[in-house]
DNA sequence: ATAAATCAGTTTATTTTATAAACCAAATTT
DNA sequence: AAATTTGGTTTATAAAATAAACTGATTTAT
């Protein structure tokens, strides 16, 4: 059985994967508020992807506020895509 | 942010489901080597299908061997396919 | 006939994950 | 300058997945 990537399946990874697909980078308070999670749980998902070369994580400001942005690497997008494709042979859809 | 039901999210359980949607009926050997799962993983997800209304179970017996069947129920189907279209929003399928 | 091995499955224990709650430092507001 | 808010991180707790150990019946081999 085709595995399905765990550091993918799971809900908050996957939606913020999902989004970083789409979107060239995001930052940590956009990611927080699009998909409702509270900071620690984003926090720790992060640092997930990221120790997975999923997703870069770079800290740096916007005027005096710290700013935290998330971008997706070419290993991510290679991993999102066999799991998309993996769940479609799940589903077969 | 669309909910994944977490009953479905969950490898083994998504697998025998997306079986069960296609075949009628199933017995506990061949959902286990077909998912390659252990016995006591898969007993335990089919219990929590079952208890969620999702498949039913039933025991009888194949000649002397006990034989446990399991089914998809309309509840679950339902559940399936609503599954499956938030992971379409999710994935933007 | 009986001991050993297998089959079909359950129960219990362990590990992993997900999530929330508590916390911290800097910036802003009053 | 005290209180609040912002942008996070760390730590603790709850829930899940998984594996290991077990049970009870059934073959198979001796």
Same mark, same amino acid.
């Given at each position: 059985?085709?595995?399905?990537? #765990? ?5 908050? /990874? ?15 308070? %956009?990611? /927080? ?14 640092? $997930?992807?990221? @120790?997975? *070369?999923?997703?870069? &994580?770079? $800290? *740096?400001?916007?005027? $005096? $506020? ?7 690497? #070419? @290993? ?6 066999? %799991? &998309?494709?993996?769940? /479609?042979? %799940?589903?077969?859809?």
């Amino acid at each position: 059985m085709k595995e399905l990537d #765990p550091l993918l399946h799971s809900q908050l /990874r996957l939606a913020v994967m999902s989004i970083l697909m789409n979107v060239e980078e995001a930052d940590f308070v %956009y990611l /927080r508020e699009k998909n409702e999670a509270t900071a620690g749980n984003l926090s720790v998902q992060l640092d $997930k992807l990221s @120790a997975a *070369g999923y997703i870069t &994580v770079e $800290k *740096g400001f916007a005027g $005096k $506020k710290t700013r935290t942005v998330c971008r997706v690497t #070419p @290993a991510g997008r290679t991993a999102f895509e066999a %799991y &998309v494709a993996a769940l /479609r042979t %799940y589903l077969n859809l």
